[in-house]
Antibody, heavy 120, light 107 residues
Framework: EVQLVESGGGLVQPGGSLRLSCAAS????????MNWVRQAPGKGLECVSY????????YYADSVKGRFTTSRDNAKNSLYLQMNSLRAEDTAVYYC?????????????WGQGTLVTVSS | DIQMTQSPSSLSASVGDRVTITCRAS??????LNWYQQKPGKAPKLLIY???SLQSGVPSRFSGSGSETDFTLTISSLQPEDLATYYC?????????FGQGTKVEIK
């Protein structure tokens, strides 16, 4: 069974840092591109970052570019999101999502999400 | 960036009703259009990919159509468990973008 489990969320002060993890099981992480998607309270979905299977291409939304860093450790079946210089507007549930392998692109599995709250 | 616009933003319908949600892209995205269902407090779940392909395990009352810029998600007979917010998403080009969501309520 495919599972994605996020961890690392919590309360952090503005300007602080957090590192989110996404543990993958039930499939070979190294074969898949992955995504981080966030959802602010009561709001819609925003793709924050996308990383290819080999990490050769990493995309960041303008809203987080220069502050967030996505990485992966395929040997540990894990995806990471390092978040620095956090702002109140980064408060959201953060999901990791698997990108399909097929030629048509979609997010076929999602984690349950981890809540990040940026507040003093 | 490609903008995705959904309509309506919310709707209320009765059990058994046919429900239609539309999604318009700001430029042609071929068939790189997906639909997700998000129930309250849960992660989004894939319903339809490539505009019209039903994800495995999704009830057949859900269907998708469209291409280029105009797309539709249809629920043929609304069920109580369909209470959720529905999002369209384009994966034609980065940044992958979502519509603002359509909240479906049961009368």
């Amino acid at each position: 069974e495919v599972q994605l489990v996020e961890s690392g969320g919590g309360l952090v002060q503005p300007g602080g840092s957090l590192r989110l993890s996404c543990a993958a099981s039930g499939f070979t992480l190294s074969s898949y591109s992955m995504n981080w998607v966030r959802q602010a309270p009561g709001k819609g979905l925003e793709c924050v970052s996308y990383i290819t299977s080999s990490s050769s291409t990493i995309y960041y939304a303008d809203s987080v570019k220069g502050r967030f860093t996505t990485s992966r450790d395929n040997a540990k079946n894990s995806l990471y999101l390092q978040m620095n210089s956090l702002r109140a507007e980064d408060t959201a549930v953060y999901y990791c999502a698997r990108f399909s392998l097929s030629g048509t692109y979609y997010f076929d599995y999602w984690g349950q999400g981890t809540l990040v709250t940026v507040s003093s | 960036d490609i903008q995705m616009t959904q309509s309506p933003s919310s709707l209320s319908a009765s059990v058994g009703d046919r429900v239609t949600i539309t999604c318009r892209a700001s430029q042609s995205i071929s068939s790189y259009l997906n639909w997700y269902q998000q129930k309250p407090g849960k992660a989004p779940k894939l319903l339809i990919y490539a505009a019209s392909s039903l994800q495995s395990g999704v009830p057949s009352r859900f269907s998708g159509s469209g291409s280029e810029t105009d797309f539709t998600l249809t629920i043929s007979s609304l069920q109580p468990e369909d209470l959720a917010t529905y999002y369209c998403q384009q994966t034609y080009s980065t940044p992958w973008t979502f519509g603002q969501g359509t909240k479906v309520e049961i009368k």
